[in-house]
Nanobody, 125 residues
Framework: QVQLVASGGGLVQAGGSLRLSCVASGRTFSYYAMGWFRQAPGKERKFVASITGNGGSTHYADAVKGRYTISRDNAKNTVYLQMNSMKPEDTAVYYC??????????????????WGQGTRVTVSS
């Protein structure tokens, strides 16, 4: 059974930084892409970033490109999301996720079947 535990959320001022972490367990971490999503109040959950199993390829939503960096440490079964130059519109609950299949690219929302509990990020203006 796959378990994902996210942490690192909090309150930050506009222009500040936060780093989210997500620890995975239950299967061989390095075999699977990982992703981060976010859900703002009253809105649907949206893709933020993804990374392949070996960390060799990353993808970002246009809204965070150039400000956020996704990375992973396979020895620690952990994926990170470094968020810089944060804006009030980044306020959301952030979720880490992993796909069902090891061959999944991690680029499609429907590929993700395992979700962490979410960590809340609030950016004040």
């Amino acid at each position: 059974q796959v378990q994902l535990v996210a942490s690192g959320g909090g309150l930050v001022q506009a222009g500040g930084s936060l780093r989210l972490s997500c620890v995975a367990s239950g299967r061989t971490f390095s075999y699977y892409a990982m992703g981060w999503f976010r859900q703002a109040p009253g809105k649907e959950r949206k893709f933020v970033a993804s990374i392949t199993g070996n960390g060799g390829s990353t993808h970002y939503a246009d809204a965070v490109k150039g400000r956020y960096t996704i990375s992973r440490d396979n020895a620690k079964n952990t994926v990170y999301l470094q968020m810089n130059s944060m804006k009030p519109e980044d306020t959301a609950v952030y979720y880490c996720a992993s796909p069902k299949y090891s061959y999944s690219s991690g680029l499609l929302r429907d590929e993700y079947t395992n979700w962490g509990q979410g960590t809340r990020v609030t950016v004040s203006s």
